[in-house]
Structure formats: structure tokens, C-alpha cells
């Protein structure tokens, strides 16, 4: 349903190196960058389609992204790539009660936003 999102976020370059680690076990990488204000980030081949940026106001409250995932395996490798960028720990990977095959991991951003990675494919 989504075709790409955008947030402003507190610290630009703090949280461009956050997501550089945190999405690279998901496929996704800076893919451009705008007057070092707004980081564009996507599959390789592919159009962007998650990006943060230095103008405006950051979110107040917590923002909540899910991100899909390919296989469990790759909801494991983000939750510990963005635990090693600085990322906090909001509920480790494992099966949720939305669905038989939802297999979610969470972190906080340096911002505090939730982010997910979610596969729904069984084991």
C-alpha cells in the first residue's frame, strides 16, 4: 500500500549511519542523497522508498515503521545490526500472536521511533 515514507529526525548524520547498518540485512542501502539533508535508501536496481531527513521537525511521540522481511533470518540480522548501530532493543525477534507466521524484531532509533522487520512466512 505504501509506496515510500519520509521522517525528519534529530541528528541527520547520526541517524544516516544508523539506518546504513541497521537496513543493509534487509536488502536496503543508501541509494542517494540530497544536499546532505535527506538520505534515500532502497534495494539495489530498485527506486527508493524509506527516507530520513535533516529539515523539519522530528516526530513527537513514537513513529512506527515495519519493514518486510525476506525470512526470519533477516529479522534476526536487522535486530542485531541495529542493536551494533546504536539501536535499543524493543522486543527481540520471535513469533507474535497477530498471526500463526508473524515473526517480528523490534528496535528504537536514536530518535526513538519503533522500527519493525517482519516476515510472514512460516519458519
Do not use: Q
Not at 522486543?91 to 515473526?103: A, F, S
Amino acid at each position: 500500500m505504501l509506496d515510500h515514507i519520509g521522517f525528519a529526525v534529530a541528528d541527520y548524520e547520526r541517524s544516516k549511519a544508523f539506518y546504513k547498518k541497521a537496513l543493509a540485512p534487509l536488502g536496503l542501502r543508501l541509494l542517494m542523497e540530497f544536499s546532505e539533508a535527506s538520505a534515500a535508501f532502497g534495494k539495489d536496481g530498485g527506486r527508493p522508498s524509506f527516507f530520513i531527513e535533516a529539515d523539519g521537525e522530528p516526530v513527537r511521540g513514537r513513529l512506527h515503521i515495519a519493514l518486510s522481511a525476506e525470512s526470519r533470518a533477516h529479522v534476526d540480522a536487522f535486530h542485531a545490526a541495529a542493536l551494533e548501530a546504536g539501536g535499543t532493543d524493543n522486543g527481540v525477534p520471535g513469533l507474535r500472536w497477530y498471526h500463526p507466521d508473524y515473526y517480528g524484531g523490534y528496535v528504537l532509533d536514536p530518535d526513538g521511533n519503533n522500527i519493525e522487520a517482519v516476515c510472514h512466512r512460516p519458519g
